[in-house]
């Protein structure tokens, strides 16, 4: 699997573009992501979630920073559909069944911290089809990391066009547990093919809001 699909491939429905289109051309990329409010997986959601700043309301953000939290949410809705019907149809093994779990669990308070955040603003939720990506675990397993990887690369990419300092403490919060995931998924498949290093350099490169696009879009998951 590409670390990079086309935007054509994964949104057919045009709903991550059109997202993305409401946002500044300066913020369009910009992602908030991956909380780490884990619904009980691992560590009691309640517990993490009073670490993040309160985002009680979209009402005083500024319009940038709104379009920028529902192009998240859209991702967010993506991603927590992933992994919930991973765990439902899958039957996963070992090491990649725990993974897919604490994810899932991570993703639905994501979104529920998002949509709380953004109230009546927030977009609807996308219909999707992963095909056999939540069926085959090897197949899971490639396309989990391209969307944890996307994730670290993507807030690099952006955080700095964030205005509200309440969304960027938030946003402080979301990028060690991106990480976290790339790397664990990372040192899952390590294990079974010698593959990438879950950490393989010192730095840690982003992507502009072109490239993000492209990577969030690859094989057809939003069908309407």
């Known amino acids: 699997m590409s670390d990079l699909w086309t935007l054509e491939e994964v949104d057919r429905s045009g709903a991550v573009q ?7 051309s300066n913020t369009r990329a910009a992602f908030l992501r991956k909380a780490g409010l884990g619904a009980g997986a691992v560590v009691g959601g309640g517990a993490l979630m009073g670490a ?3 985002l009680a309301s979209a009402a005083g953000f500024p319009a940038g920073d709104i379009a920028i939290l529902n192009f998240a949410l859209t991702l967010e ?9 991973a765990i439902r149809q899958g039957n996963f093994n070992g090491d ?20 709380g955040a953004l109230g009546a603003k927030a ?6 089809d992963f095909k056999d990506t939540v069926t085959d675990q090897a197949k899971f397993e490639a ?7 996307t994730g670290v690369q993507a807030y690099l ?5 964030i205005k509200s300092k309440k969304i960027l403490a938030a946003a402080g919060s979301i990028l060690p547990v991106e990480a976290r995931h790339a790397a664990w998924i990372r040192e899952i498949r390590l294990a079974k093919t010698q593959g ?6 010192a730095f840690q490169s982003s992507k502009t809001k072109a490239q993000i696009l492209a990577a969030v879009k690859g094989t057809g998951f939003i069908v309407g």
């Open 123 to 128: 977009v609807a939720k996308p219909k999707f």
């Open 157 to 161: 990419g952006q955080v700095g066009n």
């Open 18 to 24: 059109e997202a993305a289109e409401k946002v500044d």
């Open 52 to 54: 993040l700043p309160s």
């Open 96 to 115: 990649t069944n725990t993974f897919a779990r604490v994810v899932a669990a991570h993703e639905a308070a994501h979104v529920r911290f998002l949509k």
């Open 196 to 201: 990438t290093l879950p950490a393989p350099a």
């Open 143 to 149: 396309t989990a990391t391209v969307l944890e990887d």
């Open 77 to 85: 809705y993506l991603e927590a559909e992933f992994y919930a019907q």
